[in-house]
């Protein structure tokens, strides 16, 4: 597994160089405008070199026979077509957010059959099929954890810093708490994006680009469906790890949707995006997005992990106190 681990971030630095070099030699970049959070022309597209690092790791595990035939197509298979509609968006080839929209869903409905649905899940003290409702739950869990984690890759260095802590403490719940293999497969998407981390420190010398910032999001929460087949809770320790951007990105949503702006249309009013400008630094806030992942959402998950607590008071103080500083923080609001 150090072999796997070492080898996945070794290619992911590579390719995040060569990626960069090529950009800078054809002159694409993000030129930032009135509503990014950068100042300088960079390049963009590293995701494409952890989708690779990710899919090598992913490879090697299934050769291994640490991860099943079916475990491995339900992951790879809907997650490199989500990296390749990304990446056919930021060559500008595919500008519609409505086909993006119908591949994401596509993509997702492929990856729930692959899974196999979504199982059986418990939420207080019994558990609960949700049947063909829950397929459809499923599919939309996935196409928004897709997009959220593009609309929370606005500023360097936090997606890494999420998808980093998510991923580690997954992984130990898992070897601490379980027999599942499946923690290794977390070390990999931890370890895809490690390589990357170096380029993206402030002032970032390259960002994902869709094709990495989607993928991440896509995959992450198609992995968490594999877990909840044998590891419901540790499912739910998942999704609690992702409350900081489950609420950021949802009350964003919600207060432009009310306010009936374009969703869609680009915009700095992320609560993370107001924080960070009030700041005048970005790192503060990524390194504060991992603290939080670290130090208050995990010892919640690893309770819920341990049945010290059932999964519904587990997200309700995760994602309550999160929800009310985002809207503290005017997530959704165009302040001045």
């Keep these: 597994m150090i072999a796997i681990f070492a080898v996945v971030v070794i290619v992911g630095f ?40 990710f899919l090598l790791g992913l490879i090697a595990l299934l050769v291994d026979n640490t991860i099943s035939d079916e475990v491995f197509l339900a992951i790879a298979i809907p997650g490199l077509i989500v990296a390749i509609i990304g990446w056919l968006d930021d060559r500008g080839h595919l500008t519609s957010a409505k086909w993006r929209l119908i591949g994401h869903f596509a993509c997702a409905s492929l990856a729930v059959w692959l899974a196999g649905g979504l199982p059986e899940l418990p939420l207080a003290n019994s558990t609960i099929d949700f049947g063909l409702a829950g397929d459809i739950t499923a599919v939309v869990y996935l196409v928004w954890m897709l997009n959220l984690f593009n609309f929370m890759d606005g500023i360097d260095l936090i997606t890494g810093v999420q998808t980093v802590t998510t991923s580690a403490g997954v992984a130990m719940l898992l070897l601490i708490s379980t027999e599942s293999d499946l923690w290794k497969v977390f070390v990999v998407l931890a370890a895809s994006i490690s390589g990357f981390l170096f380029f993206n420190l402030p002032p970032a010398k390259i960002f994902l680009g869709d094709v990495g910032s989607g993928f991440i999001g896509f995959t992450t929460a198609v992995i968490s469906l594999v877990v909840a087949e044998d590891e419901p809770l540790v499912a739910w320790a998942m999704i609690i790890l992702l409350a900081v951007f489950v609420t950021d990105a949802t009350v964003t949503l919600l207060r432009r949707l009310l306010s009936r702006e374009h969703v869609y249309v680009a915009h700095r009013t992320h609560a993370y995006q107001h924080l960070s400008k009030k700041l005048n630094r970005h790192l503060p806030v990524s390194l504060g997005v991992g603290a939080i992942n670290l130090f208050f959402l995990l010892p919640i998950a690893w309770l819920v992990v341990e049945s010290e607590i059932i999964p519904i008071f587990g997200l309700l103080i995760s994602y309550v106190p999160l929800a009310i500083v985002a809207a503290l923080l005017n997530a959704g609001k165009k302040v001045n």
């Design 14 to 53: 590579t390719l995040t160089l060569f990626i960069r070099k090529s950009a800078l030699k054809t002159n694409r970049l993000d030129v930032p405008n009135e509503r990014s959070s950068h100042t300088s022309p960079t390049p963009r597209g590293a995701g494409l070199a952890v989708v690779v690092a």
